[in-house]
């Protein structure tokens, strides 16, 4: 009898293991005999649709075959998603957060101008790399282009999520028990699964990635570092304006990668007098140094109004086919789950024991030797720094490309030592340049810590405005404030004329002193020399530095 019990029990066990036959009641529920999915009305259209596989199987392998497990990836998404939403993902194929075109275009023509920039599918592979070129892209595919949508994140619970439309569309591990309702609207958990770190997006919320040394991450609760859902720990900064007053990032950014050609919103949207956007901000002043009509499309608002922007410096990235486990502990902790898990497991081990490491390549899912470390000589948050962008419109700027490489192989020697990009200005100001374009060094980018104007930067604006506003459009200005003056004079003087008469009918002694108005000059319009203190430097901000 325990025997027959016994039998029943494994054949029970067996059977929740696998999806039954068909004609039984349970395979009625097909796939969701064994995954047990919550999906919107709208894609409640079986799951055999998108994933393929054999419903009527009856073990694992059998409902498995020609299983498609990741349907929306960006090699697979034409075929799946394309069906009934061909032109997003049209759109999105196209899009910048697809191709990552602006990413690699700024890396590869910083280390090699005049080269045709590679798409991302085009990014050579060496293995082990022997060229320059080779070295970059190693790089870009297997430790920079960790956030983009043909990649699943790293291991972290912020900063894993799906690939292809999935990666916005479907929730992703931070938001809880995860599920398959797809949503239009993604919520800014989502953008910042890939928009985290030192770059755009975290600002927004006020955060600044701490350095990666194991001295500098805290705070400590009860002797143990806190949680990470990103990987690494932050600073608490002052958020965006915007975000304090409740506002998302699609908000502004609602067309998203699949919107095609549709325009974001943009702060005159909100902030005109006759507002267009979804959001009703304080109306501009346009009598206002920036705000004014003939100042439109020279500055951008964020040389005014940015709060703080990120001046991270000396970024080294080098790949060792064969680390020492030890030197790196103390660096174990740097936003890659690959390296952290690596070294940590390898650390505490006899080197009899230790094995080359290998690091995925993001963009075909394949596993190469050598692990991509990175250090900086410098993480700081500070000042917007300014400078022309290559269409000689004032922006924000910092070092993005003061980046280098090394590669050290499995027998300890040097392939490449310190590759940097070709062109590089270690002058702290060069972003400040009066030439059209800037050092390769500085890039324009658009911190999203916006709040009130500086004072100090909307004189600076209101100087290299001067300069730049053509001849005509002061001469106008000049001449108006001459008219008005002048009116004002000629006025004065017919009061003074009438008092003068006035006096002469008063019977006692009355003596009106005499009156004299100079008109000043108005040939040019002199700028104030104003000292600006900025990295230990005194920049006059006259003639000599628009």
Same mark, same amino acid.
């Given at each position: 009898m325990i025997r027959l019990y016994i039998n029943?029990?494994?054949?029970?066990?067996?059977?929740?293991?696998?999806?039954? *036959?068909?004609?039984?009641?349970?395979?009625?529920?097909?796939?969701?005999?064994?995954?047990?999915?919550?999906?919107?009305?709208?894609?409640?259209?079986?799951?055999n649709a998108c994933h393929h596989g054999t419903s009527e199987g009856y073990t694992r392998a059998q409902a498995h075959n020609g299983l498609v497990p990741m349907p929306s990836h960006p090699s697979r998404m034409a075929g799946a998603c394309g069906r009934c939403h061909a032109r997003e993902v049209t759109a999105a194929g196209s899009s910048g957060h697809f191709? $990552?075109?602006?990413?690699?275009?700024?890396?590869?023509?910083?280390?090699?101008?005049?080269?045709?920039?590679?798409? &991302?599918?085009?990014?050579?592979?060496?293995?082990?790399?022997?060229?320059?070129?080779? &070295?970059?892209?190693? +790089?870009?595919?297997?430790?920079?282009?960790?956030? /983009? #949508?043909?990649?699943?994140?790293?291991?972290y619970i912020g900063t894993t999520r799906g690939t292809g439309c999935a990666a916005c569309h479907l929730s992703i591990?931070?938001?809880?028990?995860?599920?398959?309702?797809?949503r239009g609207k993604v919520p800014d958990i989502r953008c910042l699964s890939c928009h985290y770190g030192n770059f755009v997006g975290w600002d927004y919320y006020g955060r600044f990635e701490m350095d990666y040394e194991d001295d500098y991450r805290v705070p400590l609760v009860e002797g143990e570092h806190i949680q990470r859902p990103y990987g690494m720990e932050w600073h608490d900064m002052t958020p965006d304006v915007h975000r304090t007053a409740g506002m998302g990032c699609t908000d502004c950014h609602h067309s998203g990668p699949c919107g095609g050609k549709e325009r974001d919103v943009t702060c005159t949207d909100c902030h005109l007098e006759d507002k267009t956007? @979804?959001?009703?901000?304080?109306? +501009?002043?346009?009598?206002?140094?920036?705000?004014?009509?003939?100042?439109?499309? &020279?500055v951008a608002c964020a040389v005014c109004h940015g709060v703080w922007a990120v001046q991270d410096r000396g970024r080294s990235l080098i790949r060792q086919d064969f680390p020492d486990y030890d030197d790196w502990s103390y660096l174990a902790i740097q936003g890659s789950s690959e390296v952290e898990a690596t070294v940590k497991a390898y650390v505490n081990l006899p080197y009899e024991d230790w094995t080359i490491p290998r690091m995925l390549?993001?963009?075909?899912?394949?596993?190469?030797?050598?692990?991509?470390?990175?250090?900086?000589?410098?993480?700081?948050?500070? $000042?917007?720094?300014?400078?022309?962008?290559?269409?000689?419109?004032?922006? #924000?700027?910092?070092?993005?490309?003061?980046?280098?490489?090394?590669? #050290?192989? *499995?027998?300890?020697?040097?392939?490449?030592d310190n590759l940097q990009p070709e062109i590089i200005n270690d002058?702290?100001?060069?972003?400040?340049?009066?030439r059209p374009g800037i050092?390769?060094?500085?890039?324009?980018?658009?911190? /999203?810590?916006?709040?009130?104007?500086?004072?100090?930067?909307?004189?600076?604006?209101?100087?290299?405005?001067?300069?730049? &506003?053509?001849?005509?459009?002061?001469?106008?200005?000049?001449?108006?404030?001459?008219?008005?003056?002048?009116?004002?004079?000629?006025?004065?003087?017919?009061?003074?004329?009438?008092?003068?008469?006035?006096?002469?009918?008063?019977? *006692? @002694?009355?003596?009106?002193?005499? *009156?004299?108005?100079? $008109?000043?000059?108005?040939?040019?319009?002199?700028?104030?020399?104003?000292?600006?203190?900025?990295?230990?430097?005194?920049?006059?901000?006259?003639?000599? /530095?628009?």
């Open positions: 029943i029990l494994v054949v029970c066990l067996l059977s929740a293991c696998q999806p039954p *036959f068909m004609d039984s009641s349970l395979g009625k529920s097909g796939c969701r005999r064994c995954h047990s999915v919550e999906l919107d009305p709208a894609h409640d259209i079986g799951c191709t $990552l075109s602006g990413v690699i275009g700024a890396v590869w023509s910083g280390f090699f101008p005049g080269d045709q920039v590679p798409t &991302l599918l085009e990014l050579p592979i060496e293995e082990p790399p022997c060229t320059e070129r080779g &070295l970059v892209s190693d +790089m870009l595919r297997r430790r920079c282009l960790r956030c /983009h #949508v043909y990649y699943q994140g790293d291991d591990k931070a938001e809880g028990p995860w599920d398959h309702r797809f956007g @979804s959001h009703s901000g304080p109306p +501009m002043d346009q009598k206002r140094i920036g705000h004014r009509p003939e100042d439109a499309g &020279l390549d993001k963009i075909t899912g394949e596993y190469r030797q050598g692990l991509w470390f990175e250090s900086f000589t410098e993480r700081r948050w500070g $000042l917007v720094e300014l400078g022309e962008d290559a269409h000689g419109r004032l922006t #924000v700027i910092r070092p993005i490309l003061d980046i280098s490489l090394t590669y #050290v192989d *499995f027998s300890g020697v040097v392939r490449f002058d702290l100001i060069s972003g400040n340049a009066t050092s390769p060094l500085w890039l324009p980018y658009s911190p /999203h810590t916006i709040g009130p104007a500086d004072a100090f930067r909307t004189i600076y604006v209101r100087s290299w405005l001067n300069k730049r &506003l053509p001849e005509s459009a002061q001469g106008s200005k000049f001449k108006a404030r001459s008219s008005k003056l002048e009116a004002q004079s000629s006025k004065l003087e017919a009061q003074s004329s009438k008092l003068k008469e006035l006096s002469k009918s008063i019977p *006692f @002694s009355f003596q009106l002193p005499a *009156f004299s108005f100079q $008109l000043p000059a108005f040939s040019s319009y002199a700028t104030p020399q104003i000292g600006f203190f900025q990295r230990n430097q005194t920049i006059e901000l006259g003639a000599d /530095h628009g």
